[in-house]
């Protein structure tokens, strides 16, 4: 999986709102600071936050934004979503060489590959709410840990029964 420079630093700002109190918010500004980025790249930010409607915004010298939810309520697939312009195309439309498509699509053994991958990673992330990165690097370790055991376990299920399904 390929996390993109947006998506690292927006994961980031969005946490900064998290730590926030109810009631409080930050200026694009502030949050640029507090990440080490240019106001402009934490402002373009945030207006991919706010056309997914993850935050609100306040205009005005006393502005900034805050979560349009509490931390709890917003999964961090929906943080990935938001900064994403554009729909990823699918493994197999991406890599298709000069052709009109790939030259494996009538049967491929990379595909399950990037599927399982892929599936791992959106189980994971829906899992996991900002509240759950606001509670630090130990407490987030452990409940990561906890979803990617129970995820790999179910996935592991699914193999199995395609593998015995298979062979009847």
Known sequence: MHISAVEEYGLRCALQLAYLAPGEQLAASEIAAREGISVQYASKIMHLFRKAELVQATRGMQGGFRLSALPEAIPLKNVFAALREEEDA???????????????????????????????????????????????????????????????????????????????
Do not use: M
């Not at 030259?103 to 759950?132: I, N």
């Open 90 to 168: 699918t493994f197999c439309g991406q890599y298709k060489g000069n052709q009109e498509s790939c030259v494996h699509l009538g049967g491929c053994s990379v595909r399950p590959v990037w599927q399982t991958l892929s599936s791992f990673f959106d189980s994971v992330l829906e899992k996991l709410s900002l509240a759950d990165l606001a509670r630090g690097e130990v407490e987030t370790r452990k409940r990561v840990e906890l979803f990617a055991k129970s995820e790999a376990e179910r996935i592991e299920k699914r193999f199995k029964h395609s593998e015995k399904t298979e062979r009847e």
